[in-house]
């Protein structure tokens, strides 16, 4: 494989959370009187940090979202996940195969840690993920599209930009790798493959990924 590191975005790349995070978070904006569909949630918010939202409504609005905001949408989305949230089909495959090469990977989300352990406890891929392999929009200043929380996870796995490669289902994903200097490849399940633009490749399947990046 020509990449030392294969870094992961968590939500919808190795937890299908994406439908659940997203359906909570247009509910709960439009119980707050700023009506969201679900559709515009995937459009504005996916895989941004919740600092995006209170961004983004101040912008439109002028409103500022309540002090609890951000504790009552994580314990919705959390009691969700309890019963609904499952790995990505195959990603537990991709993981044994990168085990098997002996190429390292993480994850790289911007999601908070709290977020990121709670889904892979209730998926099991806690089992494939040590405590410092896990890297989250906490342990940095700015969120995606920033390059930040790609440029942490490779400096503290030690591995040079240019030697990784971004696993992503986000335009402001494929912005942050791209800002890092990282090759990425777009995982089209959910978004379409024209709004991943500037990746190395595509893909709708796990079971395609590793020949990608063979």
Known sequence: MRYELVIFDNDGVLVDSEPISNTILAEYLTELGHPTSYQESLRDYMGAAVHRVHDLVG??????LPDDFDDTLHARVFAAFQQELEPVPGVTDVLAGLVADGVAYCVAS???HERIRVGHRKTGLDQWFEEDWIFS???VGRGKPAPDLFLHAAERMGVAPERCVVIEDSPLGVEAARAAGMDVYGFTSMMPADRLTGVNGYFSDMSQLRELLA
């Open 59 to 64: 912008e439109r609005t002028g409103a500022k």
């Open 110 to 112: 911007s999601g908070s």
């Open 137 to 139: 929009v906490d342990d």
